[in-house]
């Protein structure tokens, strides 16, 4: 996969601009708050569906305006012609998605059209953040893989929100129907069973690649391990590999079921893949609670390169990386191990440190971004 272009047209502080990528290595150079990661904020739009900033839909439009929108060609290893995808975002009303001119119905058909990686500072804290941060890095993973995990999680989620406002009223003392209950423990626990089965085979996978990216950082001195952590209201975790998703789905059941009264206490659904963890260890302690922060960052950048290795084995192909002002976060050893990692792989980075530091990576593209604008350098 390879990004061709972007253009964008009152998008963030962006007015109107047009940026032509090499396979290589680009980078966007200039100060800070000048429209850098408002690109790759535009461009993993097209991977995620959504900004990694977190902000909704009608902040991507330049102030004063109605609508903004941004334009991503790319082209697949085994395509012959490009894809054309585009973005309406209007200030009121429903986004327009396209993919070659023909408009989508949502960011479900979108997702996976463009694969990319992200690797901004925020990741850095992926080994000592919240459980939250780690079920996000797989979540966005598996997203782009498989079309199906979208729509589970998504039941999911719809499930979860609507299934937590009847505990509200029961702990209100409003009446609620048993049948009620059955119903959304059985959406819970077949659509959560399902991905429980992607993401802890994900884990497994993306345990070796972890270790092959930290061995070759540390020599070998050191060994990390990640293990999927089933919220599942047990002391023992489900066994994905032999009781299948019918088991989580039976295990899910019973405890939505059996433990209500605890939850209605609570104010909320207690068990289930949204309290899920990726427990990470060094040397068989919690990298969390032992690790130096050096150890740390070099796990976090090694979870990203073995998330675009995943990408490409279970895709067929590399994905984009973005690299949104990570090497400021970065020594000397490890931005040199990331660009080597890269090697032939296509990258954008966004900098504002100055240009020499780059000028030593051959036939780097290099875009100087001021103001919303941007133009090519060399």
Excluded at 26 to 49: D, H, P, T
Excluded at 169 to 193: F, I, K, N, P, T
């Amino acid at each position: 996969m390879k990004a061709t272009a972007i253009s964008f047209e009152d998008f963030r502080n962006i007015h109107e601009a047009r940026v032509e990528f090499s396979p290589g290595v680009n980078v966007l150079w200039g100060a800070n708050a000048q429209g850098k990661s408002n690109i790759l904020e535009g461009m993993y739009y097209f991977a995620r569906g959504k900004s990694f900033r977190g902000v909704p839909d009608k902040l991507l439009v330049r102030t004063g305006c109605d609508f903004g929108t941004a334009s991503l060609t790319c082209r697949g290893e085994a395509d012959v012609y490009d894809t054309h995808l585009s973005v309406t975002f209007p200030t009121r009303g429903k986004k327009r998605i396209t993919r070659g001119g023909a408009p989508l119905s949502g960011v479900k058909e979108l997702v996976g059209s463009f694969r990319a990686v992200l690797f901004c500072p925020e990741h850095l804290s992926l080994v000592t953040g919240s459980p939250a941060e780690r079920r996000a890095f797989l979540d966005i993973a598996l997203a782009q893989l498989y079309p199906g995990y979208v729509s589970a999680l998504s039941v999911y989620t719809r499930a979860l929100a609507e299934r937590n406002a009847l505990i509200k009223q029961a702990a209100e003392g409003m009446s609620v129907e048993d049948h009620q209950w059955a119903v959304y423990a059985g959406q819970l626990s077949r659509s959560g069973a399902a991905i429980v089965s992607w993401r802890s085979a994900y884990t497994d996978r993306l345990n070796d690649l972890v270790g092959q990216c930290f061995r070759d950082m540390t020599g070998g001195r050191e060994i990390p391990r990640l293990s999927y952590i089933c919220a599942c209201g047990s002391d023992a975790p489900p066994d994905i590999a032999h009781g299948g998703e019918a088991a989580v789905a039976d295990r899910l059941y019973a405890v939505l079921t059996e433990r209500l009264p605890r939850e209605i206490g609570a104010g909320t659904t207690l068990y289930g893949i949204h309290r899920d963890d990726v427990a990470i260890d060094l040397n068989g302690q919690s990298a969390k609670l032992y690790a130096s922060q050096g150890q740390r960052r070099s796990l976090a950048l090694a979870m990203k390169l073995a998330e675009g290795a995943m990408s490409r084995s279970v895709g067929g192909e590399e994905p984009v990386y973005l690299l949104d002002d990570v090497f400021s976060e970065l020594d000397g050893e490890r931005r040199e191990y990331l660009l080597s990692a890269l090697g032939e792989r296509q990258v954008i980075i966004t900098s504002c440190e100055a240009e020499t530091v780059f000028s030593h990576i051959p036939d780097v593209a290099l875009f100087a971004v001021s103001g919303g604008e941007v133009w090519r350098k060399r």
